[in-house]
């Protein structure tokens, strides 16, 4: 069984031999019809016929049967057939193409066969030598035990919510999970996808993750299903769980009948609080707009709210959908500002590549190609941002161990900086592993994989990572007494992540990540700031190891705070925050992590200025005075940032009914504005106004766009550059409260519509 949604966004053009249909034989005619109609069950079974029927076929016929069984074999993941046929072209012809070196290496690593798979990547390499892949795998499969480094640590177990036909891509909602499935539960008029011959893919929903918690799962699996990554652990490992007989699991449910449809409905993602999705659909157009070019019919991401928590309604297509090329896999990052989704678009490094789109205030930007330190010449799919905004993807273009590999990438300002890193084995295999969802220190969460240890070709699978346990100790450096209510501020790999506190033992624990370079601050009032370095570069056999952190009493002052976005105060990751000593004129730099926090100590009598700068952002600065000698103060500051793109709704400015002068009120809130602008000299506006629905849209359309130009005038008037600003009506066409033509609604809901916002459009 196959992953028809995976798989129709790797479709390559199928080239047919070079002779035409009607000399062919009857039986390889008939066979390449089923494989131009892309029916590669019927088309696999046909070529064998003609293959072992046909003895004295044409040499010709005999070498597009071969290849075109190949590659029916792949799509239809049969690898060690595909192993078979590829086997049979090498041995019976010099002169294949490239691609038949490539799809031969490909199998034998998914079947295991890494020498053999590595001299058939060398050939590839030698004929493909801008492909990067041939030289890379030939030298990873050299020694593949770096791919089982930290195997380990990690334990796997399949769910019991795995059905027999495919179930894959989980993602979390609401104490559960949701999932595609392949399962059928439509009664007994079965629709099939013509590829496999399997059911097509809805959303479905599994409502409590604690019922499919690792060890219990582990007990109540299936005699005939194993455990992967180790031995089966006892019940006597689990000694506060019921026995598996009193557990009952509650119903997988249809996660939607609004969004499931008689098409494939696939990977998903939802925004922060959950009121929406984006989800991958098979193009539902009906004849040919809902067909490429080439007749196939491609992959959208569709959008859907769910308000009230009942149902999902306003279904629509986000503005880059084509039906030329596949658009799908969407990701949400943590703070919904961007979308990672996948696609085969034209100007792409490969088959299918991760590209990012700004989503802020309700609007899609330009999708941007993420660049080729994440894409490669092959396929990159399924990506997932963990809580820090990092990246999770899946490859098999990256050097891995067959297949699908699912790949880590620590970003900043979008970029993969230290680039992609195989997660290793056991969650990766030499089979497709794929679609992972887990915590920001990757301690635990489930992904998706057709390897065979489970119920049915693709199932979903939980994992626990053991922790490493770092214990922090601070202490007093005089007395050596411990010290509680300490911040300890972890740095991984230079950048700012957790901020810790100490408890009564001045003990603060975290799980260590492998290959990686940590720095601990600690910093408590009244005492001088302190660092120490630790390194997991090399491996340590202790369960748990410890380091301390010894603080010596300062007069100090201590100055922390919090970088947020002032359009909604979310804290903001990567912003360089410098503090520079206004007396020696000194600079320290620090990089926000996830929670935007920032910590510095300062001498007494030091006048100082804090900065906070990220491309895209106007640079926020405030300056403090001198702090006196013996004052010991901690200070703590919000700094708020600006972006390009933020929209910002004026609060009390509105309008009288079919007037566009500026209120008393209004003045009051445009001064606000004046003021952003005098701090921020570069930075451009375009002001937007707004009506109710009431008249004609051509008269509210100007008369929006006469008070747009009434509250610009307003702005110059006080100082600020013309050019600085762009004045632009909306008239009703962006109703805030469903007070549209023909809805009855009071005065203040209509006032609520006469409303004028500013939108950053540039910076500097």
């Not at 006469?706 to 509250?711: G, K, T």
Request: glycine fraction near 8%; aromatic fraction near 10%.
């Amino acid at each position: 069984m196959i992953r028809p949604l995976r798989i129709l966004l790797l479709l390559v053009s199928i080239l047919i031999g070079g002779h035409t249909l009607q000399a062919q034989s009857t039986r390889l005619r008939a066979a390449s019809k089923q494989f131009e109609s892309l029916s590669f069950i019927s088309a696999v079974r046909l070529y064998e016929e003609f293959l072992r029927a046909d003895k004295q076929q044409n040499p010709a016929e005999t070498r597009e049967a071969l290849t075109n069984l190949g590659f029916s074999y792949r799509k239809l993941q049969d690898y060690r057939n595909a192993e078979r046929i590829y086997a049979e072209l090498v041995n019976k012809y010099t002169d294949l193409s490239s691609e038949i070196y490539m799809y031969y290496a490909q199998a034998l690593a998914t079947n295991g066969k890494y020498r053999e798979s590595q001299k058939m990547y060398s050939k590839y390499g030698e004929q493909q030598t801008q492909d990067l892949r041939g030289r890379r795998f030939t030298v990873s499969y050299m020694d593949v035990g770096r791919f089982f480094q930290d195997s380990s640590s990690y334990k796997m177990y399949s769910l019991p919510i795995n059905s027999r036909q495919a179930d894959f891509s989980p993602m979390y909602y609401k104490g559960g999970i949701v999932f595609v499935s392949a399962r059928d539960e439509s009664g007994p008029l079965k629709r099939v996808f013509t590829w496999n011959q399997t059911p097509f893919l809805d959303l479905y929903f599994h409502a409590d993750t604690t019922e499919i918690h690792a060890p219990l799962v582990d007990m109540l699996r299936q005699p005939n299903t194993a455990v992967l990554g180790g031995s089966k652990p006892s019940a006597a490992a689990a000694p506060d769980l019921a026995a598996p007989a009193e557990q009952k699991l509650s119903k997988t449910q249809v996660f939607s009948k609004t969004l499931n449809t008689k098409y494939h409905e696939g990977p998903m993602t939802f925004t922060r609080d959950q009121k929406m999705i984006v989800f991958t659909r098979n193009n539902g157009s009906k004849g040919k707009t809902g067909k490429s070019n080439d007749g196939v019919r491609k992959l959208k991401l569709y959008t859907a709210i769910n308000e009230t928590g009942n149902k999902w309604i306003n279904v629509r297509e986000v503005p880059f959908n084509s039906k030329e090329y596949s658009v799908g896999h969407p990701a949400f990052a943590p703070d919904n500002s961007k979308l990672y989704f996948v696609s085969d678009m034209p100007g792409g490094f490969g088959g299918t590549d991760l590209y990012v789109v700004e989503y802020r205030n309700g609007e899609w930007g330009t999708p941007v190609n993420m660049g080729k330190d994440i894409n490669t010449e092959g396929n990159e799919m399924f990506p997932y941002a963990d809580e820090n905004g990092n990246l999770y993807f899946s490859s098999d273009g990256h050097e891995g161990l067959g297949g699908l590999d699912v790949f880590y990438a620590e970003l900043k300002d979008g970029i993969a900086y230290k680039g992609v890193e195989n997660v290793g084995a056991p969650i990766n295999s030499e089979k497709d592993d794929f679609g992972i969802i887990t915590d920001k220190y990757r301690t635990s969460g489930y992904f998706s994989s057709n390897r065979k240890k489970g119920v049915s070709d693709d199932d979903i699978y939980s994992f626990r990572r053991t922790c490493k346990e770092l214990n922090i100790l601070v202490f007093d450096a005089k007395t050596n007494q411990p010290l509680d209510q300490a911040d300890v501020r972890i740095v991984r790999n230079g950048s700012n992540q957790d901020l810790l506190l100490t408890d009564a033992q001045g003990s603060a624990k975290l799980c260590l990540d492998a290959n990686t370079e940590y720095e601990f601050k600690a910093v408590k009032e009244g005492y001088a700031l302190n660092t120490v370095r630790f390194s997991t570069l090399t491996q340590s056999p202790k369960p748990v190891m410890g380091v301390s952190i010894y603080l010596d009493k300062s007069e100090n002052t201590i100055v922390k705070g919090v970088v947020k976005r002032e359009v909604d105060q979310i804290p903001e990751q990567g912003v360089t925050v410098t503090l520079r000593n206004e007396r020696d004129k000194t600079e320290r730099t620090i990089e926000t992590g996830p929670d935007g926090g920032y910590e510095f100590d300062v001498k007494p009598g030091t006048p100082f200025t804090i900065k906070a700068a990220k491309d895209k952002y106007a640079t926020k600065k405030v300056q403090y005075g001198k702090t006196k000698k013996g004052e010991n103060k901690i200070i703590t500051d919000s700094l708020g940032l600006y972006g390009e793109g933020d929209i910002y709704q004026l609060k009390n400015i509105y309008y009288d009914l079919n007037k566009f002068f500026i209120r008393p009120d209004a003045a009051r809130a445009l001064e606000h504005v004046v003021k952003i602008l005098k701090e921020y000299p570069t930075m451009k506006i375009e002001l937007r106004s707004h009506t109710d629905a009431r008249a004609t849209d051509a008269y509210n359309l100007r008369l929006s766009e006469n008070r747009a130009r009434a509250a610009m005038d307003y702005i110059v008037s006080r100082g600020i550059k013309a050019d600085r600003l762009v004045a632009r009506g909306y008239g009703e066409s962006e109703i805030l409260n469903g007070c549209i033509d023909g809805t009855v609604c009071d005065d203040d809901e209509h006032q609520k519509n006469r409303r004028t916002e500013f939108k950053i459009i540039a910076v500097k």
